[in-house]
């Protein structure tokens, strides 16, 4: 009976939670070469988000993606890929972007999302035994609870994002992250309306992300800063 309830809880896990975590990587990587000007721009700005973390530059590495979306993505093992369109914005915009993966990637949010979607397969399995037919609930329930998860992941990467670029040197980290995030969402196509879509979304609203960040530094502390950065 245990032998049983262990294989089929087993099972469970891989049909289930290999639906809600991502692949190893997206459509359309690839490896830059080595001395193109994107490549450089993003990884010198990889080294000063780690190093900005208090992490070792040495443990991530990355690859671009060929879409003119800006989007980006997080792997196993530090392993991230950004878009072409995202190493095109403006440096202020792409220190914000990096760094917010960077977030992730130091409060571990991958990790903690595979757990919680085993978690809750796990448990709809178990329950599966006793009440036949119950377990097929985890097909439904496992997504609306790992997305809400992941939109709670990342109003708190923001958070933290906004440590990372104060210490990359942006003396304004709120103003920095709301434009980085404007400009990503004016680059993009518009999210879907569509109420089932939302819930299924893996990141907050842009108005929720945005309100998150208030208050905003003040503007005239922002342009005496840009200032003394032009001299």
């Not at 919680?116 to 035994?129: D, E, N, P």
């Not at 992250?177 to 907050?204: D, F, T, V, Y």
């Amino acid at each position: 009976m245990l032998r049983s309830l262990a294989l089929l809880v087993g099972l469970t896990l891989v049909t289930t939670a290999c639906a809600l975590i991502p692949p190893s990587h997206p459509d359309l990587a690839y490896y830059p070469a080595p001395r193109d000007p994107t490549t450089v721009k993003i990884s010198q700005t990889l080294y000063r988000a780690a190093r900005a973390a208090g992490d070792d530059p040495d443990y991530y590495s990355f690859a671009l993606i060929q879409t003119t979306v800006v989007t980006s993505f997080a792997a196993d093992d530090a392993t991230f890929y950004f878009s072409d369109g995202l190493a095109r914005l403006p440096q202020r915009h792409v220190d914000a972007l990096v760094a917010q993966k960077v977030a992730h990637e130091i409060l571990g949010h991958t990790g903690k999302r595979r757990t919680l979607s085993m978690a809750i397969t796990a448990g709809f399995a178990v329950l599966g035994i006793f009440m036949p037919g119950f377990g097929l609930a985890d097909f439904v329930v496992n997504p609306l609870i790992v997305r809400a998860y992941s939109r709670e992941q990342e109003l708190a990467a923001d958070q933290r994002t906004l440590e990372i670029l104060r210490d990359m040197g942006h003396a304004a980290p709120r103003w920095t992250l709301a434009g980085a995030l404007r400009a990503a969402a004016a680059a993009n196509p518009p999210a879907s309306p569509l109420p089932e879509q939302r819930i299924l979304a893996r990141e907050p609203d842009l108005e929720d992300r945005l309100a998150a960040l208030e208050p905003l530094e003040p503007t005239t502390f922002v342009a005496v800063r840009k200032a003394a950065t032009r001299r």
